[in-house]
Each structure stands twice: as C-alpha cells, then as structure tokens.
C-alpha cells in the first residue's frame, strides 16, 4: 500500500511544518522528523535546545493528528557539512521512492544546508529514475510554506518599547539591561539579525555543488567509482596503468588514450577535478564526483 511521506527537516520553525498537513491541504500517512542528535551533545546550544523542543512537539502534535512519526538524527557537526548531508539525503527519499511511496519534502525550515541537501537530492532522484521509475514526477515533490508573520519584527519592536521605558527610570538596577537591549538593537539597525559568520575549520561559507546528473556511461563509472577515496593522482598515465591494473585489463596505448578522452569528458561534466602540475595533470574526484560516487 502506498504511503504518504513527508521529511521535515527541523530548524525552529512549528507551524510551518504542521499546519499544511493538520489543515488539510496536503495528505500525510508518515512523517519523518530530520533534526540533529542532542542526547549526544554534552553542551548543546540554545538554538539546539530550542530545535529539540519543538521536535518533540511536532512529534506529539502529529500522533493526535494520528500520523505516524519517525526521527532521523544528524551528528551536529554534519549540519553544515552539504557533502556528508546530500547523500544521506538521498538514501533516505530513494528508499522511500523504492518503496513504492508518494515522497514530500518541506523546505521551509533550518538550517539551509539541510534543507537544500534533501532538495538537490529529490532533484536529482527525479532526473536519475525518470526512465526507471513511473510517473516519478508525480510521486516526489519539494514544497515551501512561506511564514504569515515573522516573530523576530515583534521582538525588535517589544525590545524598543522597553529601551523606551527603562530610559525614563532613575533606578540603576535597569541600567545593566537598558544597556544591553541598546546594544543588541544597534547590532540589528547595523547588520539584520544575525552576527558574524561562522568559522567551519577555516572556511566561512557552505559550497553547493550542481547535483550529480545522470549523463554517465558505463567507462566513467568505473574511473569514478576507482578515484573514489584516493588522493589525487599525479598524471593521466599514471591514472590509466593503475585503473588497467585494478580493472585486470592490458595497459596499453589505446587503453590510455581512452581513459584520457573519458576523463576529460568527466573535467567537463564536472565529476573530476584536474590541476596542471608542469606537464601533467594531476586528477581526483570533484565535490560533485565524491557525491555521484556516494550516491550510485
């Protein structure tokens, strides 16, 4: 029997992710919570707290709403990393969709790594199984429920009537929190609500790479699948003698000059990387190409 699944990745959104279905615009059998793994954070942030709390809401609210509700939880370091993210992503809805299952995925929460992750990855199941799959089109979708208001507009103008207030007072036990609000509110008129960016082993921002396609014939699979967790390989013939070897076929002239003519269809599609180092050019797998591999 055919269900009806939703994943909802949970950032610190509630009514964006029930109201849909509790409402009745869309039909939900099961649901699938995505949120990080807590109990295992031995100092969880307040947003982790607050994301924690409005799972298990959204856990209780769907089982008097009679909707089934699974859990599946992400090591906190893995919420910005879109590599690991993508394919776990597409595991998840691919099962699904083999299944035999209608599969739905919200977007509308946070964090926007997770959220693109299971997009890019229905994306791309829809372009990989179209020919396998029947009416894939109609059975995988990704929906976005914009917000009626944000809180956070109601909060600045709640912290700007009590910045008001506390100015008129001539007792010192406010000043401290007088202080601050002004503070935090000339960081909000300076730079929106949020500060910084955040340091990911030296690097600030999150890359998101094409999705995989599905324009691979069967010689590149077998180069992708050989780079697969190797460094980088100092030269094309060096990449062809140890993919004849790994592959027991004979190295020669021919084989190598067919391994350089699919690899650099593969630099074009985007699935390698290749840098010149003197005269040669050395190979490995592309952000792209480590998640086709991870995925296929």
């Known amino acids: 029997m055919t269900e009806r699944v939703h994943f909802l990745p949970v950032g610190f959104d509630f009514d964006r992710l029930i109201l849909p279905i509790s409402k009745g615009q869309m039909e939900a059998d099961r649901v699938v919570l995505v949120t990080h793994d807590i109990e295992n954070n031995d100092d969880p942030s307040r947003a982790a707290e607050l994301a924690s709390r409005l799972t298990d809401r959204l856990e209780n609210s769907f089982d008097l709403f009679d909707v089934e509700v699974e859990r599946e939880t992400l090591e906190v370091e893995k919420l910005y990393q879109y590599e ?31 959220a693109f992750a299971f997009a890019t990855a229905a994306d791309s199941i829809i372009t990989e199984y179209q020919k396998e799959v029947e009416e894939i089109r109609n059975k995988l979708h990704t929906y976005y429920v914009p917000p009626d208001n944000y809180l956070v507009l109601d909060m600045i103008e709640a912290l700007e009537d009590a910045r008001d207030w506390m100015k008129g007072q001539e007792s010192l036990d406010v000043y401290p929190q007088y202080q601050n609000i002004c503070e935090i509110l000339e960081k909000v008129e300076d730079g929106g609500v949020t500060e910084g960016a955040k340091d990911m082993d030296g690097q600030m921002y999150v890359e998101f790479p094409s999705s995989p396609g599905s324009d691979v014939d069967d010689f590149e699979k077998k180069i992708l699948n050989f780079l697969r967790g190797r460094d980088s390989i100092s030269s094309t013939s060096s990449l062809a003698e140890k993919l004849a070897q790994s592959l027991d076929v004979e190295y020669d002239e021919s084989f190598r000059s067919r391994v350089q003519y699919n690899v650099t269809k593969l630099d074009e599609k985007g699935y390698v990387d290749r840098e010149k180092e003197g005269n040669r050019l050395e190979t490995e797998l592309s952000t792209m190409g480590r998640m086709w591999v991870e995925t296929n």
Request: proline residues 6%.
């Open 84 to 114: 690991l993210l993508y394919p776990e992503a597409h595991d998840y809805i691919l099962n699904e969709i083999v299944e035999g299952n209608d599969v739905y995925v919200n977007i509308s929460s946070m964090p926007r790594t997770t």
